[in-house]
């Protein structure tokens, strides 16, 4: 039988026991359906193998490799991963276009006796609806955040501390730093690097068809790129014409919660020197070569309210003279400690619902 993805919220309750995704490991890593685990019929040399010889020898043979190579695959996956499974399991299989490899492994689990279902037009009538989702403005994106509410504040006031502490209230939370690996700076790289673009799309997919769209979403105040990914144009959009509420804290506060934030970078002097190289487009040598020198003494406050007053502040005062969305409040942080944080946030949710109605 085959299964059709009628909308992408239909992930939210698949009637599948299991999703399983028989592509290659790096089809797999770039990008998959939410949830899908990877039992590749074909290793990545493998696929290009059988694909070279689909292309340049016969179908007829690349089909009789391939299927040798898929019935191997297929029985160790049986083997180890669903050995166990009852006569009951009800798998959901996919590959790139719901072809042969979905089918053949699917096939194989129905003469078992399991109920395997392939995807219709596999993964790629998956990514169709992610893009059309994100990409496309006369699609069901705009509806599905129609509440979004942006924190906005200079560097280093704990936006993304407030997100969590939302969600921890209850709060509906689009955390595009988090989806994406990244703290979303010049000084933002995490270990272990990003996730490919495709990803960064389908993991902020999953996020929007799990909302509730009666309800407001909390997301962070973002340039369109965060690191070497970049924010889907619909939700930009949606992003650039959202109200807004604003965080507030004093320079001397923000120098010390961005020296905690960014305390691996401060540990490593010579990435942090090889960063602050990078600003040299932007400013006067007389001025880098200022922050190379409390870097290299250790005054990370300093460098950091540095940073904070004579690069970051006037990105984001130049930004906010082009923006034309509503400001639904201002909250000033007394400082950063948990009490303060969590006080922020409630009033973030206080100030959203009392206000939230008149600017829609």
């Known amino acids: 039988m085959v299964y059709v993805l009628s909308a992408l919220r239909d992930l939210i309750e698949l009637p599948f026991d299991e999703v399983i995704d028989v592509r290659s490991p790096g089809e797999f890593r770039d990008d998959h359906v939410p949830g899908a685990v990877n039992m590749p019929v074909l290793d990545d040399d493998e696929r290009a193998l059988v694909g070279t010889i689909y292309k340049q020898e016969s179908a007829f043979r690349a089909r009789k490799i391939g299927g040798a190579l898929v019935a191997r695959r297929a029985g160790l996956s049986i083997e180890t991963h669903l050995l166990d499974k009852p006569g009951s399991y009800r798998p959901l299989v996919y590959c790139w276009r719901g072809g042969m490899r979905s089918g053949a492994f699917a096939t194989i689990l129905k003469q078992i006796g399991w109920r395997a ?3 219709e037009g596999g993964y790629k009538t998956y990514r169709r609806a992610v893009v059309a989702l994100l990409y496309s403005p006369d699609e069901t994106g705009s509806a599905l955040l129609e509440r979004l509410v942006v924190l906005d504040g200079n560097t280093g006031t704990a936006k993304t501390d407030l997100l969590h502490r939302l969600a921890a209230q209850g709060g509906q939370v689009l955390d595009l730093e988090g989806l994406a690996k990244h703290r979303g700076s010049m000084f933002g790289a995490l270990d272990g690097g990003q996730p ?36 889907p144009s619909v939700l930009w959009s949606l992003m650039r014409h959202a109200p807004r509420v604003r965080i507030e804290a004093s320079l001397a506060d923000r120098g010390a919660y961005l020296a905690r934030a960014y305390a691996d ?20 040598s007389d001025r880098i070569a ?18 904070a007053a004579h690069h970051y502040d006037p990105k984001y005062n130049r930004q906010r003279a082009r923006d034309t969305q509503p400001e639904l409040g201002r909250i000033r942080l007394p400082g950063f400690s948990d009490e303060a944080l969590d006080a922020a946030a409630r009033e973030i949710m206080e100030i959203t619902n009392a206000n939230f109605s008149a600017v829609r």
């Open 290 to 307: 200022a922050w190379q020198a409390l870097a290299a003494e250790g005054q990370i406050e300093d460098l950091a309210r540095e940073l």
């Open 196 to 231: 490919s673009q495709k990803s960064f799309d389908s993991a902020i997919v999953r996020q929007i068809v799990m909302f509730d769209p009666r309800l407001p979403v909390f997301v962070e105040a973002e340039s369109s790129r965060i690191g070497q990914l970049t924010l």
């Open 265 to 284: 970078i401060a540990s490593d002097p010579a990435k942090l020197s090889r960063t602050l190289d990078l600003l040299k487009p932007y400013h006067a």
């Open 117 to 119: 279902e392939t995807l």
